[in-house]
């Protein structure tokens, strides 16, 4: 079968790295396996304060947006909000 793979990549604020990890460490990626999703690397490049990781599911682009869709419309991710403002600087992904 095959797997669509997302990276992702996070600016984070200058001095605000350890904060950014152990919140996205205690909250998402458990939640983004309950949604199918697999996580295959994290990693926190701290000399330039960018964090890339990248998620994976099982199946085509239309399984993984449908996974998207499930994972952001759940109850338990509305509840983690849209992520601080003060830490995150920039996001993107593809």
Do not use: C
């Amino acid at each position: 079968m095959a797997e669509t793979i997302q990276l992702r990549r996070y600016a984070i604020a200058a001095g605000r790295e350890d904060d950014f990890l152990a919140s996205w460490s205690s909250r998402i990626p458990h939640l983004r396996r309950q949604y199918g999703f697999e996580i295959k690397f994290a990693y926190l490049d701290r000399a330039n304060g960018l964090f890339v990781w990248a998620v994976a599911v099982d199946g085509d682009e239309d399984a993984f947006l449908a996974a998207e869709r499930a994972y952001y419309g759940s109850p338990e991710r509305a509840s983690l909000g849209k992520g601080d403002p003060s830490i995150l600087r920039d996001v993107s992904f593809g």
